[in-house]
């Protein structure tokens, strides 16, 4: 038999053990307590815990149907919510222990003689009790089983949606238009300024290296992140020539706070591709870091087309993606503002803002 259908049968094969179990469990008892034939208990209480069992299910079902159409949280568990199922339980104990008593009776040839009259209220009370307990704990164990369950699906889900979030992000820097086109600048300028297209590919190396260590590391030192935006930038200003200008300003002090990787990437890439190179004249982008306060603010501000220019989706993306990061990072005290520069050459400003410990740049 294949593993995949042996892995259909466990479920079944599981819940028959504890059927066989509990059931051998409530006769001996019974037969202990009574003083009867641990073989004629057997058939007794078989029936009432399968009847039990299936009352208790079908009603979990029902209750779980109905309260999904409430939007209630516990449903999307397959559980109605213990003020649903304690009621049902003890009902179900009822009904089942009598139905099958009747049922055993039918099965065994015996004579049906009203349980008022074969055993007092004591009897009955002790017979239900031994019922009730076993029921409870399997509805129990149904409840932790199926809650580990749940939360495992729910960690492989949210495990799989970080993987593919830390893939996008991937993609997003190692953005394809822009490796090939300076590969093909590098192509270029491999037959007609050898040195130059050394400097380039060095560029490039750094650049993607750091793209690719950015998947993996949680943090690293602010240099860290304007020398691979320096790289970016370089590479871009061979492709745009002297349509790009390029002003990185990082206080000495400020160096060794630990930022997250690539943070200021998509902004930067924004400000290439949706501020300046719609622009025939091109421009300027400044990449600076301040202290205020507690507060590390980093600013990408360029001279391109504006705020007033047509939205792209990369770009929305890119923003998203930093406010994500920031969010997760940092909950309210990481910020990402995006707003016109308020200067004559117009242009749009990105300002990150985020909480800092100072001890290392003191």
Known sequence: MPPSALSLFQPFWRRLWIYV???IGCAWVYSTIKQESLALDLVYAACVVAITQCLVSCGRYVLVSRRRGQSHDDATLNWPGWRWMLP?????????????????????????????????????MISLTVALVPAGFLTYVFYTRNRMATIELRAEAAQRTAAESQLRLLESQLEPHMLFNTLA?????????PQRAQGMLDHLIAFLRATLAASRAGSHPLSEEFARISDY????????????????DLPELLSTLQVPPLLLQPLVENAIRHGLEPKVSGGRVEVSA?????????????????????????????????????????????TLDLRAAQTENGGTLAVVTLPCSWSIAN
């Open 21 to 23: 179990v509990t059931t």
């Open 290 to 334: 301040a202290r205020h306060g507690n507060h590390l603010v980093l600013s990408v501000r360029d001279t391109g087309v504006g705020l007033d220019a047509p939205a792209h989706h990369g770009a929305r993306f890119g923003l998203q993606q930093v406010r994500d990061r920031l969010s997760t990072l940092y909950g309210e005290g990481g």
């Open 88 to 124: 049902w339980v003890v009902v179900s104990v009822v009904l089942g222990y009598f139905a099958g008593i009747r049922i055993a009776d039918i099965l065994l040839g015996i004579r049906y003689i009203p349980i008022g009259v074969e055993h007092d209220a004591r009897t009955v």
């Open 233 to 248: 930038l370089a590479l871009m200003q061979i492709r745009m020539g002297p349509r790009l200008k390029i002003q990185l």
């Open 185 to 193: 600048n590098l192509r270029v300028l491999i037959a007609h300024d």
